[in-house]
């Protein structure tokens, strides 16, 4: 359980004490949030994908941290990215999208007490 309280600390962390309103907004793609700063002579350009991918990968590293498990990181990230990404299309609120990701992590400890035999 201890495992547990880990996962769900740093759930907290990344979603809400790491996640600036500007990553909140911009791995939305339907916000059209780009980069606050363009250089000279460039176009602004997509950023929802890098910003919802890294918002992902902290996630994940947080869960790989917390399992030891490198591989539990990686399942982490791509659910992560796929419940937020749900979420930023409105096909469900912010209920459902806590609800997933602390299944998710339920999942995680499950999986981490299997794997460690």
């Not at 990553?23 to 919802?52: C, D, E, H």
């Not at 992902?56 to 917390?66: C, D, P």
């Not at 609120?93 to 499950?110: P, S």
Request: some cysteine; charged content about 10%; hydrophobic content about 50%.
């Amino acid at each position: 359980m201890l495992i547990l309280f880990w996962l769900l600390v740093g759930h907290a962390l990344a979603d809400f004490a790491l996640q600036s309103e500007w990553m909140a907004k911009a791995k939305n793609r339907n916000s059209g949030t780009t980069l606050s700063y363009i250089p000279p002579g460039q176009t602004p350009q997509i950023v929802w994908p890098f910003v919802l991918s890294a918002h992902a990968l902290i996630h994940g590293g947080v869960v790989a941290v917390a399992t030891g498990i490198w591989w539990l990181g990686a399942l982490e990230t791509g659910a992560h990215w796929a419940i937020d990404f749900g979420k930023c299309e409105n096909h469900y609120g912010i209920y459902a999208d806590q609800a997933l990701h602390v299944g998710c992590k339920v999942l995680w400890l499950f999986l981490a007490v299997r794997a460690s035999g």
